[in-house]
């Protein structure tokens, strides 16, 4: 494929939208997978009338099934939405590291997008490939899926915020906040637990601070409101919609150390490209703000898993891993811009010293990795551990 191809960022997505409107078909089908649940979820939902709060993906799902229950016509939508969130995030990681890098070697910055779009944790020789790892990306799990972009678009929303607080950018703010709730929360609870902090380090308690509160309470409120409906409006909509009465504990590990048999290998093994980059740049991320935000979302993310744990028969789901999934996604983002923005641009590949050249390798490793795990998903009939 001539390189040239990659000049295109929408070609790009087109292109990763057929690729995976069949994948994600072909795992509606299979089910011990998400998707096939979800379609079920769907049909109790419309038959029912009751629906989970987080409703953005599955209504979506339906209204593009022309409001059909029909099990077929569900995974037929089912394929096309998530092929659309997976080429939308390329897109949309793409256009924004544009707008902050400018359109200099814009067929170099597709590419490097499209390998994030596959960038996986390292396997271990203990342990599976996903579960006891947070990779900075996943495909079995569409409500994640989807959260992916309104995700990123939070973070990033949210720093220039922290930048330049305009009260103009509080309305989209605003939107971006109530997507997430309604896609899935997971990663609001992270910017709710991070994002008070740095806007207080930022401006005190000055009107800023006030300003920049608003979409972390309207979120806070937006969750308030999910939390009656899943768990507080009777026992038949508590019953389809938490998970054969589940709950929440507090149990620290509990969790990690059932899937991961060494937890600090694991973050290693999760994170080396951050870690790495940590390493090779700790003098100048000094007062680079963006990736402490990114690194602190993180931290977040990686504390609500490893401390918090379901209850009932969906214990060892491991669904407070979502939100370090997403986190991990944003930061390896962030990583990458900043090696183009003090590197990568000026220097090109050729300029780089060994340390940013093995880095380079490593980026592209993971990536490497991550298609392989992908065909190991199809040929494996979508086994994901």
């Known amino acids: ?14 292109a990763l ?26 049909q109790a939902f419309v038959e029912t009338g009751i629906w989970r709060p987080n409703v953005g993906y599955y209504l979506l799902v339906w209204a593009l099934a022309f409001f059909s229950t029909d099990f077929f016509i569900l995974q037929l939508s089912t394929g096309f939405v998530l092929a659309f969130f997976v080429a939308w995030k390329f897109w949309l990681s793409t256009k924004l590291l544009v707008a902050e890098l400018g359109k200099e070697k814009k067929a ?47 973070f990033w929303e949210s720093y220039h915020f922290l930048e330049n607080p305009e009260p103009s950018m509080l309305p ?86 059932y899937y991961s048999k060494n937890i600090l290998l694991s973050i290693l093994f999760s994170f080396p490209l951050p870690l790495f980059f940590f390493v090779l740049y700790r003098k100048k991320l000094r007062q680079e703000r963006l990736f402490f935000y990114a690194l602190a979302l993180l931290g977040a993310a990686v504390f609500i898993f490893a401390f918090f744990s379901e209850t009932g028969r969906r214990e060892y789901h491991s669904n407070f891993i979502w939100q370090a999934i997403v986190a991990s996604y944003v930061l390896h983002w962030v990583c990458v811009l900043l090696f183009f923005k003090w590197r990568l641009l000026s220097l090109g590949f050729k300029g780089l010293d060994k340390p940013e050249k093995a880095l380079v390798y490593l980026y592209v490793f993971q990536a490497f990795i991550g298609v392989l795990y992908v065909i190991r998903m199809l040929l494996k009939h979508g086994s994901y551990a």
Request: contains cysteine.
């Open 172 to 257: 989209f703010l605003v939107l971006l906040t109530l997507l997430n709730v309604l896609v899935k929360p997971s990663f609001f609870f992270c910017v709710a637990m991070v994002y008070p902090l740095f806007l207080l380090s930022s401006f005190r308690f000055k009107r800023a601070f006030w300003l920049g509160l608003v979409p972390v309470v309207v979120g806070i409120l937006g969750v308030g409101i999910q939390y009656y409906f899943l768990y507080a409006s009777g026992p038949e909509a508590a019953e389809l919609l938490s998970g054969e009465g589940g709950g929440v504990k507090i149990a620290p590990f509990h969790i990690w150390n």
């Open 17 to 42: 939208f057929v690729v995976f409107t069949p994948v994600f078909y072909y795992f509606s089908t299979i089910h011990h997978l998400d998707m096939y649940g979800h379609c079920l979820h769907i």
């Open 108 to 154: 170099l910055l597709n590419f490097t997008m499209l390998l994030l779009a596959f960038v996986f944790s390292l396997p271990v020789w203990y342990n599976n490939w996903y579960f006891g790892q947070i990779p900075p990306n996943h495909w079995h799990n569409s409500t994640t899926i989807m959260l992916f972009p309104f995700a990123l678009l939070l």
């Open 1 to 14: 494929m001539p390189f040239s191809f990659f000049n295109n960022s929408f070609r790009i997505a087109l």
